[in-house]
């Protein structure tokens, strides 16, 4: 059987009606159909005109009586709402509590495209007590690559980053909170970190570094690398030892079972959706503040079971820095000045393990390494452009 057009009839007639073939005899309808137009055309400015203004009359009035311009806008260009401050806050210092931070930081914008150019960048985030002594290698490393990258360093509260203007590092201090090492207030800072850097909407990908750390490849590599990963970098592993599975307390069960515990290095990498995550979450957090105290070490076990129990298949699972714990004990090796020559940098670029890339294998596993001693500065700085490639 055949369905009824009763749609298109309807159309049809509509398109028909909407400017009458002959209404009056005499007058061609090319004229009639300009007339119309030019008189609806006339009225609607009019009509417009009119309400304008008196929609502007009756707004200003209204503000004026409520907001007078004199005393809420002194410089009312100034401190119009704009989009730029938004997406990128022009100062990193504010006065906001972590709790009031962490909010504001884990907004997502519903519409998927942003309304302005966005190139992604990668933040740079030391956790450091004060000093910085590798800042002239990272300022070397940054060079030339402005737009692509941000910086922020969480120190001591009282602690002044003295560095010059033209340095990557300065204004970068974000407010600070003391930190006690192998307590939960190390996995505050972190967060802090992240949160201060997830307010510039452009930072896509988050890598936490210390003040013992150093670039091993040049930054292009390093961008690219971390850009088009599909995996985050956090280590994560499984050990069934005192210092593995032994850090587990079963007060966390069952939010948190003994078969999701990892363990992992502290220095991690994250996008930035898995960065939102973690600045969210309470409910884990609460537990590791609570159960995971003297010697838990909650920095080398909060992101590692977070990512394990909830977004185990972005995370690549290893580490991207390079760190030499062959010498055994609880701290690893420190290089300094002696060690430094082209070999050895080298052997970190590619020390012989292949690891696993968006699927497929490389040798290029490590773009960071530490522990290096301040005296290591100077030799370092005379192998960038041979060795490092910056
Ligand atoms: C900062 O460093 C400069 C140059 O190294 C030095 O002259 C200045 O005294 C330092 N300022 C402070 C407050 O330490
Ligand atoms: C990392 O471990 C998780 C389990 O937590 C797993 O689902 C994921 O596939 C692993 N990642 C890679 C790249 O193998
Ligand atoms: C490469 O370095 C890592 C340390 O980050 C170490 O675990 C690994 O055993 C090293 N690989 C080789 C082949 O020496
Ligand atoms: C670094 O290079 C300079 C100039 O080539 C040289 O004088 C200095 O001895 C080198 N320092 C080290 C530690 O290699």
Redesign the pocket.
Same mark, same amino acid.
Request: proline residues 0%.
């Given at each position: 059987m055949e369905m009824k057009p009763i749609l298109k009839t309807r159309e049809d007639e509509n398109s028909t009606d909407y400017f009458p073939p002959s209404p009056r005899k005499g007058l061609p309808f090319g004229f009639m159909k300009l007339a119309c137009g030019l008189v609806l055309f006339m009225g609607g400015i009019i009509l417009g005109m009119t309400m304008r203004a008196r929609f502007n009359w009756y707004f200003t009035s209204q503000t004026e009586l409520f907001f007078p311009e004199t005393i809420y806008c002194t410089d009312c260009d100034r401190e119009a709402m704009d989009l730029r401050s938004f997406v990128k806050p022009s100062n990193l210092m504010h006065k906001m509590t972590d709790d009031e931070l962490f909010w504001r930081a884990t907004m997502v914008p519903k519409i998927e495209d942003y309304p302005f150019k966005r190139v992604p960048k990668v933040a740079f985030m030391f956790l450091t007590r004060g000093p910085l002594p590798f800042y002239p290698l990272w300022d070397r490393f940054f060079k030339g690559h402005k737009g692509l990258f941000s910086v922020y360093v969480h120190a001591l509260p009282d602690y002044k980053l003295n560095v010059s203007r033209n340095s990557a590092f300065y204004g970068r201090q974000i407010p600070s909170e003391d930190v006690q090492w192998g307590s939960v207030t190390l996995v505050d800072a972190e967060k802090r970190l992240l949160a201060n850097a997830l307010l510039d909407f452009s930072n896509e990908r988050f890598v936490l570094l210390s003040e013992s750390c150093i670039p091993v490849f040049n930054f292009p590599t390093v961008y690219e690398y971390l850009i088009n990963s599909a995996?985050s970098f956090v280590q994560?592993y499984d050990e069934d030892s005192s210092r593995g599975r032994g850090r587990y307390n079963t007060r966390m069960y069952p939010t948190i079972m003994l078969s999701q515990w990892?363990k992992g290095s502290q220095w991690f990498e994250l996008n930035r959706r898995l960065a939102i995550d973690i600045v969210a979450d309470y409910k884990c957090y609460s537990l590791f503040q609570r159960h995971c105290r003297p010697s838990c070490y909650p920095d080398e076990h909060y992101i590692p079971t977070y990512? +394990?129990m909830f977004r185990?298949?972005l +995370?690549?699972?290893r580490s991207v820095t390079w760190v030499d714990w062959s010498r055994g004990g609880p701290h690893p090796a420190r290089y300094g000045r002696e060690s430094i020559t082209q070999g050895f940098i080298e052997s970190i670029r590619n020390n012989g393990t292949i690891c696993?890339y968006n699927n497929e294998p490389t040798s290029v596993c490590y773009l960071f390494a530490r522990k290096f001693a301040p005296s290591a500065l100077e030799p370092l700085l005379n192998l960038t452009s041979t060795v490092m490639d910056f």
């Open positions: 995996h994560s990892r990512l +394990n185990g298949a +995370n690549a699972n696993t």
